[in-house]
């Protein structure tokens, strides 16, 4: 006979059930901490910086816009100038960036 009988094994349980779910568990354990935990650290300071947002800030929007506020407005906008006499009005969400009145620009790279 070239093939030999095939015998079932019994089977195995809890305990292959507990070994089989744990690599999964391991890796979602690894996923919180290494990238939803950070980023959800980055959002909520995201969110209180441009809560903090007021007139006089230096600001630079995500499509690289450097400005000064002028104007905070209530519905989620402000008013950004960017050269003398030139007023853009920006979404307070798309603020990359806030400098205050005093602080110089950073020159470390992360």
Known sequence: M???PAY???AGGAASLFEGLMPLILIGVI????MIRPQQKRM???K???AAVRRGD???TAGGLVGKVTKVQEDGEILVEIADGVRVRVITSTLANVRAKGDPVSTETK
């Open 44 to 46: 909520k300071e995201h």
């Open 58 to 60: 230096t600001v630079v």
């Open 31 to 34: 996923f919180y901490f290494f």
């Open 2 to 4: 070239i093939i030999s």
């Open 48 to 50: 209180a910086m441009i």
């Open 8 to 10: 079932a094994q019994a």
